[in-house]
T-cell receptor, first 113, second 111 residues
Framework: DSGVTQTPKHLITATGQRVTLRCSPR?????VYWYQQSLDQGLQFLIQYYNGEERAKGNILERFSAQQFPDLHSELNLSSLELGDSALYFC????????????FGPGTRLTVT | QQQVKQSPQSLIVQKGGISIINCAYE??????FPWYQQFPGKGPALLIA?????SEKKEGRFTISFNKSAKQFSLHIMDSQPGDSATYFCAARASGNQFYFGTGTSLTVIP
């Protein structure tokens, strides 16, 4: 158990809808990272937050947004969902601003029908 | 464009054998190269990592070999066990604090 929690575990929704994925980092970790894992693309970095501020941005679509709250938990918002957004979404955390060792959560499996 | 290319896509090894997974990269600014192990239904977990100023790092049965001039690095699993059956990802860190992952290798160790 990495100490990173993600909810929900599974999510099924329809195209055009909006969902929110939640992540609680390990106790004491200030950085949170979001990744998308799909069969054809592998693990793709989406975005990083450090102590409430956006730190790095990867291949995140404009339809997606994230934030980190004062208690350090983070939410990833996905809107106007398309079939291609179906994937596993992982959150990871690390104690520092520069990532070395990341601890991944169990993921949220999103299915868009 | 895949920043880190990983091969093979899948690998079957007999128990006790050596499993070898290879990765290649182009960006010479990458400064940290971890390997992750992922079991079904779980998130990736850091297995072992190396920095480019070191040519080899060993932790138990797991060894990373790093060839800076060839821009390649590999994971060797010695005395492979059925419990090692998992998907393995190589990754590389860019200066912008972003990780680029390989596409993964599904390893099956046959008893």
């Amino acid at each position: 158990d990495s100490g990173v929690t993600q909810t929900p575990k599974h999510l099924i929704t329809a195209t055009g809808q909006r969902v929110t994925l939640r992540c609680s980092p390990r106790s004491g970790d200030l950085s949170v990272y979001w990744y998308q894992q799909s069969l054809d693309q592998g693990l793709q970095f989406l975005i990083q937050y450090y102590n409430g501020e956006e730190r790095a941005k990867g291949n995140i679509l404009e339809r997606f947004s994230a934030q980190q709250f004062p208690d350090l938990h983070s939410e990833l918002n996905l809107s106007s969902l398309e079939l291609g957004d179906s994937a596993l979404y992982f959150c990871a955390s690390s104690p520092t601003r520069q990532v070395s060792e990341q601890y991944f959560g169990p993921g949220t499996r999103l299915t868009v029908t | 464009q895949q920043q880190v290319k990983q091969s093979p896509q899948s690998l079957i090894v007999q128990k006790g054998g050596i499993s070898i997974i290879n990765c290649a990269y182009e960006n010479t600014a990458f400064d940290y190269f971890p390997w992750y192990q992922q079991f079904p239904g779980k998130g990736p977990a850091l297995l072992i990592a190396i920095r480019p100023d070191v040519s080899e790092k060993k932790e138990g049965r797991f060894t990373i070999s790093f060839n800076k001039s060839a821009k390649q690095f590999s994971l060797h699993i010695m005395d492979s066990q059925p419990g090692d059956s998992a998907t393995y990802f190589c990754a590389a860190r860019a200066s912008g604090n972003q990780f680029y992952f390989g596409t993964g290798t599904s390893l099956t160790v046959i008893p």
